[in-house]
């Protein structure tokens, strides 16, 4: 019986493309099927060690390029970007699992249920992509996302409040507004994309909050107050709005903490 452990360092240590999503989807179906062991035998290397590929070239988000989505190439360079998101999203699924043990064996089936599904979704845009005349390292990216998952390597909690509890959960802010715009274009492809990435992506961030909310209780923590802290410790500045209430609360918010978040409007 292969082990989550064991695959989840080798996806994070793997710089091959294609091998990751391979070894990802793999994972996926032993899991479904019951045949992977989630034993932790092995101890967790450093986070600094993990390997990307050397495509795309990562840049500071205040250097990235900004292009127009209604020209071509602005197209391209939307849905170039979001492949970057959604292709180191995989990574910090596998993160999320392999760094963090001890757990149930349910953390790591969700966790990897999301690493399956991340991986998806990188390679549907890629291939929309790739009929814009573009593919996943043409263009420079930001490293932004990634250097929350070092910030935060040691503390689960802080982890789950700052990766899917606030950068995920952007996507749930956003995506809804860039759909209005290709429905606005006629670009129905793009719709679909989005609206499969957005609804896959709810129940993503519904899975940070289900887990952060059973781990604040096992420590004896207010969720809604430990999850304010995290943000004002690990989030430079506070998130900013607008922020989509319904599907926040379909992802696992409270009122409460939507209404704090929005105190800085």
Not at 45 to 71: G, V, Y
Not at 159 to 174: K, N, S, T
Request: overall charge negative; hydrophobic content about 40%; some cysteine.
């Amino acid at each position: 019986m292969e082990n989550i452990f064991s695959i989840a360092e080798y996806c994070l240590h793997q710089n091959d493309i294609a091998s990751k999503l391979a070894a990802t989807h793999h994972a996926r179906e032993l899991a479904i099927r019951g045949q992977l062991s989630y034993e932790s035998t092995a101890s967790v290397t450093a986070i600094s060690k993990i390997q990307f590929p050397e495509q795309p070239i990562l840049l500071a988000p205040r250097d990235m390029p900004r292009r127009k989505l209604k020209s071509q190439a602005g197209k391209a360079a939307f849905f170039h970007a979001l492949a970057h998101i959604e292709f180191v999203a995989i990574y910090l699924a596998w993160d999320m699992l392999y760094r963090f043990r001890n757990l149930p064996d349910r953390f790591y089936q969700d966790w990897l249920k999301v690493a399956d599904e991340e991986a998806q979704h990188f390679q549907l845009i890629r291939s929309h992509l790739l009929a814009l005349g573009m593919d996943y390292g043409d263009l420079p990216a930001h490293r932004g996302l990634w250097e929350h998952a070092e910030d935060t390597a040691n503390d689960v909690l802080a982890r789950l409040a700052i990766v899917p509890r606030c950068m995920e959960a952007r996507g749930l802010d956003i995506t809804p507004q860039m759909i209005e715009k290709f429905e606005k274009q006629g670009d129905t492809t793009s719709v679909k994309l989005l609206t499969r990435i957005l609804n896959d992506e709810v129940g993503h961030v519904e899975i940070g909050s289900y887990w952060f909310k059973v781990l604040c209780e096992q420590q004896g923590l207010n969720s809604e107050l430990h999850y304010k802290e995290l943000i004002e410790r690990f989030y430079v500045g506070k998130p900013k709005g607008p922020f989509n209430r319904e599907l926040r609360i379909i992802a696992g918010f409270t009122h409460a903490e939507i209404d704090w978040l929005e105190q800085s409007l």
